[in-house]
DNA sequence: TGACACATACTACCATACAAGTATAGTGGC
DNA sequence: GCCACTATACTTGTATGGTAGTATGTGTCA
Protein backbone atom coordinates (compact mmCIF):
# COMPACT_ATOMS: atom_id res chain seq x y z
CA UNK A 1 0.00 0.00 0.00
CA UNK A 2 1.55 3.41 -0.83
CA UNK A 3 1.10 6.74 0.55
CA UNK A 4 0.24 5.79 4.21
CA UNK A 5 -1.21 9.30 5.47
CA UNK A 6 -0.24 10.47 8.87
CA UNK A 7 -2.36 10.14 11.75
CA UNK A 8 -3.81 12.80 13.77
CA UNK A 9 -2.87 12.09 17.45
CA UNK A 10 -6.15 13.89 18.59
CA UNK A 11 -8.05 11.10 16.85
CA UNK A 12 -8.62 7.74 17.61
CA UNK A 13 -6.53 5.33 15.58
CA UNK A 14 -8.86 3.09 13.94
CA UNK A 15 -11.64 5.28 12.54
CA UNK A 16 -8.70 7.50 10.49
CA UNK A 17 -7.57 3.51 9.56
CA UNK A 18 -10.86 2.89 8.49
CA UNK A 19 -10.84 5.77 6.06
CA UNK A 20 -7.52 5.64 4.82
CA UNK A 21 -8.04 1.78 3.41
CA UNK A 22 -11.28 2.20 2.31
CA UNK A 23 -10.12 4.79 0.00
CA UNK A 24 -7.10 2.70 -0.83
CA UNK A 25 -9.18 -0.26 -2.08
CA UNK A 26 -12.00 2.33 -3.59
CA UNK A 27 -9.51 4.13 -5.40
CA UNK A 28 -7.67 0.24 -6.64
CA UNK A 29 -4.32 0.65 -4.84
CA UNK A 30 -5.11 -1.69 -3.38
CA UNK A 31 -6.40 -4.60 -5.55
CA UNK A 32 -9.16 -6.93 -5.83
CA UNK A 33 -7.63 -10.40 -4.40
CA UNK A 34 -5.10 -8.96 -2.78
CA UNK A 35 -3.83 -9.90 0.75
CA UNK A 36 -3.83 -7.42 3.72
CA UNK A 37 -2.13 -8.74 6.89
CA UNK A 38 -2.95 -7.13 10.13
CA UNK A 39 1.00 -7.23 11.03
CA UNK A 40 1.92 -5.61 7.81
CA UNK A 41 -0.52 -3.00 7.96
CA UNK A 42 0.39 -1.91 11.46
CA UNK A 43 3.93 -1.39 10.67
CA UNK A 44 3.21 0.97 8.04
CA UNK A 45 1.12 3.09 10.07
CA UNK A 46 3.42 2.43 12.90
CA UNK A 47 0.46 1.32 15.41
CA UNK A 48 -0.54 -2.17 17.12
CA UNK A 49 -2.79 -4.66 15.05
CA UNK A 50 -5.53 -3.90 17.54
CA UNK A 51 -6.63 -1.23 15.88
CA UNK A 52 -6.09 -2.20 12.50
CA UNK A 53 -8.23 -5.34 13.49
CA UNK A 54 -10.99 -3.28 14.04
CA UNK A 55 -10.23 -1.28 10.78
CA UNK A 56 -10.71 -5.03 9.56
CA UNK A 57 -13.56 -6.04 10.92
CA UNK A 58 -14.88 -2.93 9.93
CA UNK A 59 -14.06 -2.62 6.56
CA UNK A 60 -15.39 -6.32 6.25
CA UNK A 61 -19.13 -5.22 7.90
CA UNK A 62 -19.05 -2.85 4.50
CA UNK A 63 -17.96 -5.81 2.22
CA UNK A 64 -14.67 -4.57 1.35
CA UNK A 65 -12.74 -7.02 2.63
CA UNK A 66 -13.00 -10.55 3.40
CA UNK A 67 -11.50 -11.75 6.92
CA UNK A 68 -10.66 -15.91 6.59
CA UNK A 69 -9.57 -16.82 9.65
CA UNK A 70 -5.94 -18.02 9.83
CA UNK A 71 -5.41 -17.39 6.44
CA UNK A 72 -5.52 -13.56 5.84
CA UNK A 73 -7.85 -10.54 4.90
CA UNK A 74 -8.46 -10.16 1.51
CA UNK A 75 -9.85 -7.44 -0.43
CA UNK A 76 -12.95 -8.56 -2.19
CA UNK A 77 -12.89 -9.68 -5.65
CA UNK A 78 -15.25 -7.17 -8.40
CA UNK A 79 -17.90 -8.88 -9.79
CA UNK A 80 -20.31 -8.26 -12.38
CA UNK A 81 -22.79 -9.73 -10.28
CA UNK A 82 -22.06 -7.87 -6.93
CA UNK A 83 -21.55 -4.85 -9.24
CA UNK A 84 -25.13 -5.49 -10.40
CA UNK A 85 -26.55 -6.60 -7.19
CA UNK A 86 -25.24 -2.97 -5.79
CA UNK A 87 -27.24 -1.39 -8.75
CA UNK A 88 -30.83 -2.85 -7.94
CA UNK A 89 -29.86 -1.81 -4.37
CA UNK A 90 -29.57 1.70 -5.32
CA UNK A 91 -32.05 2.03 -8.11
CA UNK A 92 -34.69 0.50 -5.67
CA UNK A 93 -33.97 3.36 -3.20
CA UNK A 94 -32.91 6.24 -5.38
CA UNK A 95 -35.80 6.03 -7.53
CA UNK A 96 -37.88 5.89 -4.43
CA UNK A 97 -36.31 9.05 -3.17
CA UNK A 98 -36.72 10.79 -6.14
CA UNK A 99 -39.96 9.98 -5.81
CA UNK A 100 -41.26 11.64 -2.61
CA UNK A 101 -38.70 14.43 -3.42
CA UNK A 102 -40.79 15.09 -6.69
CA UNK A 103 -43.94 15.47 -4.71
CA UNK A 104 -41.97 18.15 -2.25
CA UNK A 105 -39.44 20.01 -3.92
CA UNK A 106 -39.32 23.64 -3.81
CA UNK A 107 -37.24 26.25 -5.92
CA UNK A 108 -34.56 26.46 -3.75
CA UNK A 109 -34.04 22.55 -3.79
CA UNK A 110 -34.00 23.36 -7.73
CA UNK A 111 -31.35 26.04 -7.41
CA UNK A 112 -29.08 24.23 -5.28
CA UNK A 113 -29.62 21.06 -7.68
CA UNK A 114 -28.43 23.20 -10.49
CA UNK A 115 -26.00 24.93 -9.11
CA UNK A 116 -24.14 21.68 -8.34
CA UNK A 117 -24.79 20.32 -12.24
CA UNK A 118 -22.65 23.81 -13.19
CA UNK A 119 -19.76 22.81 -10.99
CA UNK A 120 -20.37 19.06 -12.44
CA UNK A 121 -19.95 21.02 -16.17
CA UNK A 122 -17.10 22.99 -15.02
CA UNK A 123 -15.00 19.74 -13.22
CA UNK A 124 -16.32 17.90 -17.07
CA UNK A 125 -14.40 20.63 -18.50
CA UNK A 126 -11.34 20.30 -16.81
CA UNK A 127 -11.41 15.95 -17.39
CA UNK A 128 -11.16 16.14 -13.42
CA UNK A 129 -12.59 13.20 -12.60
CA UNK A 130 -12.16 13.10 -9.07
CA UNK A 131 -13.99 16.28 -8.77
CA UNK A 132 -16.28 15.23 -10.51
CA UNK A 133 -16.96 12.42 -8.59
CA UNK A 134 -17.02 14.33 -5.10
CA UNK A 135 -19.30 16.32 -7.11
CA UNK A 136 -21.76 13.24 -7.90
CA UNK A 137 -21.56 12.06 -4.27
CA UNK A 138 -22.98 15.92 -3.84
CA UNK A 139 -25.44 15.36 -6.14
CA UNK A 140 -27.01 12.26 -5.15
CA UNK A 141 -26.87 13.24 -1.25
CA UNK A 142 -28.39 16.33 -1.90
CA UNK A 143 -31.36 14.60 -3.75
CA UNK A 144 -31.70 12.12 -0.56
CA UNK A 145 -31.45 14.96 1.78
CA UNK A 146 -33.82 17.11 0.23
CA UNK A 147 -36.28 14.08 0.45
CA UNK A 148 -36.05 13.71 4.18
CA UNK A 149 -33.92 10.71 3.68
CA UNK A 150 -30.74 11.28 4.62
CA UNK A 151 -30.67 8.39 6.32
CA UNK A 152 -30.91 6.08 3.08
CA UNK A 153 -27.91 7.88 1.60
CA UNK A 154 -25.82 7.09 4.98
CA UNK A 155 -27.30 3.22 4.35
CA UNK A 156 -25.94 3.47 0.57
CA UNK A 157 -22.28 4.09 1.53
CA UNK A 158 -21.19 0.31 1.93
CA UNK A 159 -23.34 -0.51 -1.42
CA UNK A 160 -21.54 2.36 -3.29
CA UNK A 161 -18.16 1.51 -2.31
CA UNK A 162 -18.38 -1.49 -4.27
CA UNK A 163 -19.39 0.77 -7.57
CA UNK A 164 -16.97 3.58 -7.00
CA UNK A 165 -14.21 0.78 -7.71
CA UNK A 166 -15.47 0.34 -10.94
CA UNK A 167 -16.20 4.13 -11.08
CA UNK A 168 -12.58 4.29 -11.11
CA UNK A 169 -11.28 2.26 -13.25
CA UNK A 170 -14.09 4.57 -15.95
CA UNK A 171 -11.67 7.18 -15.93
CA UNK A 172 -10.73 5.62 -19.34
CA UNK A 173 -14.13 6.74 -20.28
CA UNK A 174 -15.94 3.99 -20.91
CA UNK A 175 -19.01 6.52 -19.10
CA UNK A 176 -18.26 9.89 -20.51
CA UNK A 177 -18.87 12.78 -18.19
CA UNK A 178 -21.02 14.50 -20.40
CA UNK A 179 -23.37 11.77 -20.35
CA UNK A 180 -23.28 11.36 -16.66
CA UNK A 181 -24.10 15.29 -16.54
CA UNK A 182 -27.23 14.84 -19.22
CA UNK A 183 -28.44 11.89 -17.05
CA UNK A 184 -28.65 14.06 -13.90
CA UNK A 185 -29.82 17.29 -15.43
CA UNK A 186 -32.76 14.85 -16.59
CA UNK A 187 -33.61 14.32 -13.37
CA UNK A 188 -33.52 17.70 -12.32
CA UNK A 189 -35.75 19.09 -14.81
CA UNK A 190 -38.44 16.22 -14.16
CA UNK A 191 -37.84 17.18 -10.59
CA UNK A 192 -38.39 20.88 -10.97
CA UNK A 193 -41.41 20.31 -13.25
CA UNK A 194 -42.67 17.59 -10.31
CA UNK A 195 -42.58 14.85 -12.69
CA UNK A 196 -42.66 12.00 -10.34
CA UNK A 197 -42.76 9.32 -12.81
CA UNK A 198 -40.24 11.31 -15.08
CA UNK A 199 -37.91 11.93 -12.19
CA UNK A 200 -38.20 8.22 -11.44
CA UNK A 201 -37.67 7.40 -15.08
CA UNK A 202 -34.49 9.34 -15.74
CA UNK A 203 -32.90 8.14 -12.28
CA UNK A 204 -33.66 4.27 -13.13
CA UNK A 205 -32.00 5.39 -16.81
CA UNK A 206 -28.78 6.95 -14.72
CA UNK A 207 -28.50 4.32 -12.46
CA UNK A 208 -28.07 1.51 -15.49
CA UNK A 209 -25.94 3.60 -16.93
CA UNK A 210 -23.22 1.26 -15.40
CA UNK A 211 -24.80 -1.72 -16.96
CA UNK A 212 -24.29 -0.46 -20.36
CA UNK A 213 -19.93 0.36 -19.13
CA UNK A 214 -19.02 -2.59 -17.09
CA UNK A 215 -18.76 -5.32 -19.96
CA UNK A 216 -16.18 -2.55 -21.52
CA UNK A 217 -14.52 -1.79 -18.06
CA UNK A 218 -14.46 -5.95 -16.98
CA UNK A 219 -13.00 -6.05 -20.82
CA UNK A 220 -9.73 -3.68 -19.90
CA UNK A 221 -9.33 -4.92 -16.85
CA UNK A 222 -9.75 -8.53 -17.06
CA UNK A 223 -7.79 -9.30 -14.47
CA UNK A 224 -9.58 -7.34 -11.79
CA UNK A 225 -12.39 -9.06 -12.28
CA UNK A 226 -13.32 -12.40 -10.86
CA UNK A 227 -13.97 -15.34 -12.33
CA UNK A 228 -17.81 -15.43 -11.61
CA UNK A 229 -18.45 -12.75 -13.39
CA UNK A 230 -18.79 -14.96 -16.42
CA UNK A 231 -22.02 -16.44 -14.92
CA UNK A 232 -23.54 -12.98 -13.77
CA UNK A 233 -23.07 -11.88 -17.64
CA UNK A 234 -25.87 -14.45 -18.59
CA UNK A 235 -27.91 -13.18 -15.53
CA UNK A 236 -28.45 -9.40 -16.77
CA UNK B 1 -28.69 -9.55 30.36
CA UNK B 2 -30.52 -13.09 31.16
CA UNK B 3 -30.48 -16.04 30.11
CA UNK B 4 -26.91 -16.05 29.19
CA UNK B 5 -25.81 -18.52 26.43
CA UNK B 6 -22.85 -21.14 26.24
CA UNK B 7 -20.33 -20.65 23.92
CA UNK B 8 -19.02 -24.01 21.44
CA UNK B 9 -15.33 -23.88 21.89
CA UNK B 10 -15.13 -24.82 18.45
CA UNK B 11 -16.21 -21.36 17.20
CA UNK B 12 -14.64 -18.16 17.22
CA UNK B 13 -15.99 -16.67 20.41
CA UNK B 14 -16.55 -12.88 18.93
CA UNK B 15 -18.87 -13.84 16.39
CA UNK B 16 -20.73 -15.88 18.88
CA UNK B 17 -20.86 -12.90 21.19
CA UNK B 18 -22.66 -10.78 18.06
CA UNK B 19 -25.19 -13.59 17.91
CA UNK B 20 -26.51 -13.42 21.57
CA UNK B 21 -26.24 -10.09 21.78
CA UNK B 22 -28.74 -9.19 19.27
CA UNK B 23 -30.88 -11.59 19.60
CA UNK B 24 -31.26 -9.83 23.27
CA UNK B 25 -31.28 -6.59 22.21
CA UNK B 26 -33.89 -7.46 18.87
CA UNK B 27 -35.97 -9.79 22.00
CA UNK B 28 -35.61 -6.71 23.63
CA UNK B 29 -33.86 -8.81 26.76
CA UNK B 30 -31.76 -5.36 27.33
CA UNK B 31 -33.41 -2.21 26.83
CA UNK B 32 -32.81 0.68 24.45
CA UNK B 33 -30.73 3.32 26.70
CA UNK B 34 -29.34 0.32 28.27
CA UNK B 35 -25.66 0.68 29.30
CA UNK B 36 -23.27 -2.54 28.00
CA UNK B 37 -19.94 -2.72 29.38
CA UNK B 38 -16.64 -4.84 27.27
CA UNK B 39 -15.81 -5.47 31.02
CA UNK B 40 -19.55 -6.80 32.24
CA UNK B 41 -20.32 -8.50 28.89
CA UNK B 42 -16.65 -10.46 29.41
CA UNK B 43 -17.24 -11.14 32.90
CA UNK B 44 -20.76 -12.15 32.30
CA UNK B 45 -19.90 -14.75 29.21
CA UNK B 46 -16.71 -15.99 31.03
CA UNK B 47 -14.33 -14.50 27.96
CA UNK B 48 -11.64 -11.61 27.75
CA UNK B 49 -12.75 -7.72 26.82
CA UNK B 50 -11.38 -8.20 23.35
CA UNK B 51 -14.02 -10.51 21.16
CA UNK B 52 -16.72 -8.38 23.58
CA UNK B 53 -15.00 -5.46 21.96
CA UNK B 54 -15.41 -6.83 18.73
CA UNK B 55 -19.02 -7.65 18.79
CA UNK B 56 -19.81 -4.37 20.24
CA UNK B 57 -17.93 -3.44 17.15
CA UNK B 58 -20.12 -5.26 14.89
CA UNK B 59 -23.09 -4.47 16.39
CA UNK B 60 -22.60 -1.06 16.04
CA UNK B 61 -21.99 -1.32 12.38
CA UNK B 62 -25.37 -2.88 12.26
CA UNK B 63 -27.01 -0.08 14.17
CA UNK B 64 -28.21 -1.58 17.57
CA UNK B 65 -25.69 -0.47 19.97
CA UNK B 66 -23.83 3.28 19.86
CA UNK B 67 -20.08 3.36 21.19
CA UNK B 68 -19.48 6.39 22.75
CA UNK B 69 -15.75 6.50 23.61
CA UNK B 70 -14.95 6.78 27.57
CA UNK B 71 -18.18 6.91 28.23
CA UNK B 72 -20.03 3.17 27.01
CA UNK B 73 -21.89 1.51 24.49
CA UNK B 74 -25.53 1.67 24.49
CA UNK B 75 -27.80 0.09 23.11
CA UNK B 76 -29.72 2.39 20.41
CA UNK B 77 -33.12 3.77 21.29
CA UNK B 78 -36.24 2.80 19.38
CA UNK B 79 -37.28 6.09 17.84
CA UNK B 80 -40.54 6.39 15.57
CA UNK B 81 -38.37 7.98 13.15
CA UNK B 82 -35.76 5.22 12.65
CA UNK B 83 -38.78 2.65 12.42
CA UNK B 84 -39.96 4.81 9.61
CA UNK B 85 -36.34 5.19 8.03
CA UNK B 86 -36.52 1.48 7.94
CA UNK B 87 -39.38 1.00 6.75
CA UNK B 88 -39.15 3.36 4.02
CA UNK B 89 -36.06 1.64 2.92
CA UNK B 90 -37.47 -1.60 2.90
CA UNK B 91 -40.09 -0.86 1.02
CA UNK B 92 -38.09 0.20 -1.82
CA UNK B 93 -36.18 -2.51 -1.94
CA UNK B 94 -38.89 -5.53 -1.18
CA UNK B 95 -41.31 -3.84 -3.54
CA UNK B 96 -38.45 -3.89 -6.42
CA UNK B 97 -38.17 -7.24 -5.30
CA UNK B 98 -41.68 -8.43 -5.94
CA UNK B 99 -41.44 -6.16 -9.34
CA UNK B 100 -38.90 -8.62 -10.45
CA UNK B 101 -40.68 -11.55 -9.19
CA UNK B 102 -43.68 -10.93 -10.96
CA UNK B 103 -42.26 -11.39 -14.15
CA UNK B 104 -40.42 -14.48 -13.20
CA UNK B 105 -42.92 -16.25 -11.12
CA UNK B 106 -42.67 -20.13 -11.31
CA UNK B 107 -45.73 -22.24 -10.06
CA UNK B 108 -43.10 -24.12 -7.65
CA UNK B 109 -42.19 -20.89 -5.90
CA UNK B 110 -46.25 -20.23 -5.58
CA UNK B 111 -46.75 -23.48 -4.32
CA UNK B 112 -43.34 -22.85 -1.76
CA UNK B 113 -44.70 -19.40 -0.80
CA UNK B 114 -48.70 -20.87 -0.02
CA UNK B 115 -46.69 -23.79 2.11
CA UNK B 116 -45.30 -20.87 4.04
CA UNK B 117 -48.34 -19.22 4.09
CA UNK B 118 -49.89 -22.03 5.64
CA UNK B 119 -47.25 -22.77 8.32
CA UNK B 120 -47.86 -19.07 8.99
CA UNK B 121 -51.60 -19.74 9.71
CA UNK B 122 -50.79 -22.60 11.91
CA UNK B 123 -48.82 -20.97 14.10
CA UNK B 124 -51.57 -18.10 14.47
CA UNK B 125 -54.06 -20.22 15.20
CA UNK B 126 -51.65 -21.38 18.14
CA UNK B 127 -50.92 -17.80 18.91
CA UNK B 128 -47.13 -18.37 18.32
CA UNK B 129 -45.76 -15.09 18.02
CA UNK B 130 -42.10 -16.39 18.18
CA UNK B 131 -42.75 -19.35 15.46
CA UNK B 132 -44.41 -16.65 13.56
CA UNK B 133 -41.65 -14.23 13.37
CA UNK B 134 -39.93 -17.15 12.00
CA UNK B 135 -41.86 -17.87 9.31
CA UNK B 136 -42.18 -13.99 8.70
CA UNK B 137 -38.52 -14.41 8.14
CA UNK B 138 -38.37 -17.43 5.92
CA UNK B 139 -41.58 -15.33 3.80
CA UNK B 140 -39.66 -12.06 2.81
CA UNK B 141 -36.58 -14.54 2.75
CA UNK B 142 -37.99 -16.98 -0.44
CA UNK B 143 -39.55 -13.67 -2.29
CA UNK B 144 -35.94 -12.47 -1.94
CA UNK B 145 -33.87 -15.69 -3.32
CA UNK B 146 -36.93 -16.39 -6.21
CA UNK B 147 -36.36 -13.03 -7.48
CA UNK B 148 -32.62 -13.75 -7.33
CA UNK B 149 -31.76 -10.89 -4.63
CA UNK B 150 -30.75 -12.84 -1.88
CA UNK B 151 -28.38 -10.44 -1.42
CA UNK B 152 -30.83 -8.02 -0.77
CA UNK B 153 -32.42 -9.71 1.94
CA UNK B 154 -29.30 -10.03 3.45
CA UNK B 155 -28.51 -6.65 3.22
CA UNK B 156 -31.92 -5.48 5.05
CA UNK B 157 -30.84 -7.84 8.08
CA UNK B 158 -29.59 -4.62 9.97
CA UNK B 159 -32.51 -2.89 8.52
CA UNK B 160 -34.47 -5.49 10.08
CA UNK B 161 -33.53 -5.37 13.15
CA UNK B 162 -34.84 -1.75 13.95
CA UNK B 163 -38.37 -3.21 13.00
CA UNK B 164 -37.72 -6.32 14.65
CA UNK B 165 -37.60 -4.79 17.82
CA UNK B 166 -41.06 -3.02 17.39
CA UNK B 167 -42.42 -6.63 16.26
CA UNK B 168 -41.47 -8.00 19.85
CA UNK B 169 -43.33 -5.36 21.23
CA UNK B 170 -46.19 -6.48 18.80
CA UNK B 171 -47.23 -9.20 20.90
CA UNK B 172 -50.13 -7.39 22.08
CA UNK B 173 -51.79 -7.46 19.11
CA UNK B 174 -51.36 -4.18 17.78
CA UNK B 175 -50.82 -6.35 14.59
CA UNK B 176 -52.69 -9.34 14.59
CA UNK B 177 -51.54 -12.19 12.97
CA UNK B 178 -54.83 -12.74 10.72
CA UNK B 179 -54.12 -9.43 9.13
CA UNK B 180 -50.23 -10.32 8.44
CA UNK B 181 -51.10 -13.21 6.74
CA UNK B 182 -53.83 -11.69 4.74
CA UNK B 183 -51.85 -9.10 3.77
CA UNK B 184 -48.40 -12.17 2.87
CA UNK B 185 -51.87 -13.65 0.99
CA UNK B 186 -52.61 -10.80 -1.27
CA UNK B 187 -48.74 -10.79 -2.08
CA UNK B 188 -48.55 -14.17 -3.06
CA UNK B 189 -51.97 -14.57 -5.51
CA UNK B 190 -50.96 -10.60 -7.17
CA UNK B 191 -47.73 -13.07 -8.08
CA UNK B 192 -49.43 -15.69 -9.05
CA UNK B 193 -51.45 -14.01 -11.10
CA UNK B 194 -48.05 -12.11 -12.72
CA UNK B 195 -49.42 -8.96 -11.71
CA UNK B 196 -46.09 -6.86 -10.97
CA UNK B 197 -47.98 -3.44 -9.77
CA UNK B 198 -50.74 -5.85 -7.85
CA UNK B 199 -47.92 -7.06 -6.34
CA UNK B 200 -46.17 -3.87 -5.42
CA UNK B 201 -48.98 -2.74 -4.14
CA UNK B 202 -49.34 -5.30 -1.57
CA UNK B 203 -46.21 -5.40 -0.55
CA UNK B 204 -46.46 -1.65 0.40
CA UNK B 205 -49.61 -2.24 1.87
CA UNK B 206 -48.07 -5.05 4.25
CA UNK B 207 -45.23 -2.87 4.93
CA UNK B 208 -47.30 0.20 5.57
CA UNK B 209 -48.75 -1.61 8.17
CA UNK B 210 -46.06 -1.22 10.70
CA UNK B 211 -47.27 2.75 10.43
CA UNK B 212 -50.93 1.60 11.86
CA UNK B 213 -49.61 -0.24 14.43
CA UNK B 214 -46.74 2.29 16.09
CA UNK B 215 -48.68 4.87 17.60
CA UNK B 216 -50.58 1.92 19.75
CA UNK B 217 -46.86 0.32 20.60
CA UNK B 218 -45.25 3.63 21.09
CA UNK B 219 -48.28 4.44 23.48
CA UNK B 220 -48.18 0.98 25.59
CA UNK B 221 -44.13 1.26 26.14
CA UNK B 222 -43.54 5.26 26.67
CA UNK B 223 -40.88 3.86 28.29
CA UNK B 224 -39.40 2.22 25.43
CA UNK B 225 -39.60 5.12 22.84
CA UNK B 226 -36.98 8.16 22.95
CA UNK B 227 -38.57 11.43 22.77
CA UNK B 228 -37.32 12.17 19.39
CA UNK B 229 -40.53 9.89 18.28
CA UNK B 230 -43.26 13.09 18.78
CA UNK B 231 -41.37 15.12 16.16
CA UNK B 232 -41.09 12.14 13.56
CA UNK B 233 -45.16 11.90 14.20
CA UNK B 234 -45.14 14.95 12.59
CA UNK B 235 -43.25 14.50 9.48
CA UNK B 236 -45.66 11.13 8.93
C1' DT C 1 -25.91 25.23 52.07
C1' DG C 2 -23.65 25.63 47.77
C1' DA C 3 -19.53 25.72 44.96
C1' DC C 4 -15.16 24.04 43.88
C1' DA C 5 -11.20 20.98 43.87
C1' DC C 6 -9.51 16.51 44.29
C1' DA C 7 -9.75 11.51 44.46
C1' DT C 8 -11.70 7.43 42.83
C1' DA C 9 -14.14 4.46 39.75
C1' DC C 10 -15.41 3.49 35.28
C1' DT C 11 -15.08 3.56 30.41
C1' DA C 12 -13.22 2.51 25.64
C1' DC C 13 -8.81 2.45 23.03
C1' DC C 14 -4.47 0.65 22.21
C1' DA C 15 -0.13 -2.24 23.00
C1' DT C 16 1.88 -6.58 23.87
C1' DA C 17 2.00 -11.49 24.53
C1' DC C 18 0.21 -16.08 23.89
C1' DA C 19 -2.49 -19.67 21.33
C1' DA C 20 -4.32 -22.35 17.55
C1' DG C 21 -4.83 -23.21 12.70
C1' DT C 22 -2.99 -23.03 7.92
C1' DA C 23 0.43 -22.88 4.28
C1' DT C 24 4.89 -23.64 2.68
C1' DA C 25 9.50 -25.32 2.67
C1' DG C 26 12.84 -28.73 3.85
C1' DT C 27 14.39 -33.42 4.72
C1' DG C 28 14.59 -38.28 4.61
C1' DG C 29 13.14 -42.70 2.86
C1' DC C 30 11.83 -45.56 -0.95
C1' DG D 1 11.98 -38.28 -8.58
C1' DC D 2 8.05 -38.82 -5.59
C1' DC D 3 5.80 -38.95 -1.32
C1' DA D 4 5.23 -38.49 3.55
C1' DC D 5 6.55 -36.32 7.57
C1' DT D 6 8.40 -32.51 10.19
C1' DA D 7 9.77 -27.88 10.96
C1' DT D 8 9.07 -23.18 10.20
C1' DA D 9 6.68 -19.08 8.98
C1' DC D 10 2.54 -16.79 8.78
C1' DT D 11 -2.10 -15.79 9.86
C1' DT D 12 -6.09 -14.33 12.82
C1' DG D 13 -8.27 -14.76 17.53
C1' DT D 14 -7.96 -14.01 22.35
C1' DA D 15 -6.02 -12.62 26.94
C1' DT D 16 -3.85 -9.26 29.72
C1' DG D 17 -1.98 -4.85 30.91
C1' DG D 18 -1.47 0.16 30.37
C1' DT D 19 -3.38 4.78 29.03
C1' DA D 20 -6.34 8.74 28.59
C1' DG D 21 -10.84 10.65 29.08
C1' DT D 22 -15.29 10.98 31.60
C1' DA D 23 -18.44 10.66 35.49
C1' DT D 24 -19.32 10.52 40.24
C1' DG D 25 -18.44 11.01 45.08
C1' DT D 26 -16.23 13.28 48.95
C1' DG D 27 -14.14 16.82 51.53
C1' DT D 28 -13.17 21.64 52.33
C1' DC D 29 -14.12 26.43 52.38
C1' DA D 30 -16.86 30.60 52.07
Not at 61 to 84: H, K, N, Y
Amino acid sequence: MQDIPPLRPSEAIAPQLVRALRTAIVMMHVQPGQALSETEIARQFGVSRQPVREAFIKLAEAGLVEIRPQRGTFVVPITRRDVMNARFIREAIEVAVVGVLAERITPAIVAELRRLLDDQRRAAVKDDWPGFLALDEAFHRTLAESAGHAHAWRMLDPIKAQMDRVRYLSFSGASPLPVLIKQHTAIVEALARRKRSGAEAAMRKHLREILTALPAIAAEHPDLFDADSRAAATAA
